[in-house]
């Protein structure tokens, strides 16, 4: 169980269109979800935090007008790279907490989206 | 601000040996919890370990044990009779909610 999707799991774009990453809880409601960013052979960064059905919460020195976060429902969050220019490319990492099973906070990930602008 | 520091970017061990990577974090929260994740080359991350910051027995699972020295905001992993498979990153993470993670330590277990 617990389990996180992504979607896509890789993406190439052109510089200034928009990109959208999507994250699904496939068997469990998350009202908590998080995007994270991770450059090759460094660690996660926390982006944002995604509530269901309120604005998100961004980390300190995230555009939010560039990165946009939407959770629109229980089981979906979607991370939209605006105007992307090439040093948006990275990987990005989605997720959830189980809204019903939230003992100890767990977070369980998906799979990640490598997004390459060119 | 919390942060979490993994002094040791690699490390590399003989199949079937202990091995011990470290962890320090900084906090001013009361109530938190801490990971232990794994990230193999499919980039996946894999929960390995946790455990609760106001309980004071170390969690244990299977081959892998946590040291947790609350006062000195220490959290190293254990890994026994190592294998093959445990090669990966391992990132140290803690927080109430949101997690804040090490820089890593980069693990391989040479056969």
């Known amino acids: 169980g617990a389990v996180v999707s992504q979607h896509p799991s890789r993406v190439i774009c052109k510089s200034g269109t928009s990109v959208k990453i999507e994250c699904r809880s496939l068997?469990?409601?998350?009202?908590?979800m998080f995007w994270y960013r991770q450059f090759p052979k460094q660690s996660l960064m926390l982006m944002a935090t995604?509530?269901?059905?309120?604005?998100?919460?961004?980390e300190q020195g995230v555009e939010k007008d560039k990165f946009l976060i939407n959770h629109a429902s229980l089981t979906l969050s979607t991370l939209t790279v605006t105007s992307a220019h090439p040093e948006d490319s990275s990987f990005y990492i989605c997720?959830?907490?189980?809204?019903?099973?939230?003992?100890?906070?767990?977070?369980?990930f998906g799979p990640g989206t490598r997004l390459t602008v060119l | 601000a919390q942060t979490v520091t993994q002094s040791q970017p690699e490390m590399s061990v003989q199949e079937a040996e202990t091995v011990t990577l470290s962890c320090t974090y900084d906090?001013?929260?009361?109530?938190?919890?801490l990971f232990w994740y794994k990230q193999p080359p499919s980039r996946q991350m894999i929960l390995v370990i946790r455990?609760?910051?106001?309980?004071?027995q170390n969690a244990t699972e299977n081959r892998f044990s946590v040291n947790f020295q609350k006062a000195a905001k220490s959290f190293s992993l254990k890994i026994s009779d190592s294998q093959l498979g445990d090669t990966a990153m391992y990132f140290c993470?803690?927080?109430?909610?949101?997690?804040?993670f090490g820089q890593g330590t980069r693990l391989t277990i040479n056969p």
């Open positions: 997720s959830a907490i189980p809204t019903r099973e939230a003992r100890y906070n767990e977070q369980f």
């Open positions: 993470g803690m927080g109430a909610q949101k997690l804040v």
């Open positions: 906090t001013s929260e009361s109530n938190y919890y």
């Open positions: 068997d469990f409601q998350a009202t908590t």
């Open positions: 995604s509530n269901e059905g309120s604005k998100a919460t961004y």
């Open positions: 455990q609760e910051a106001y309980k004071q």
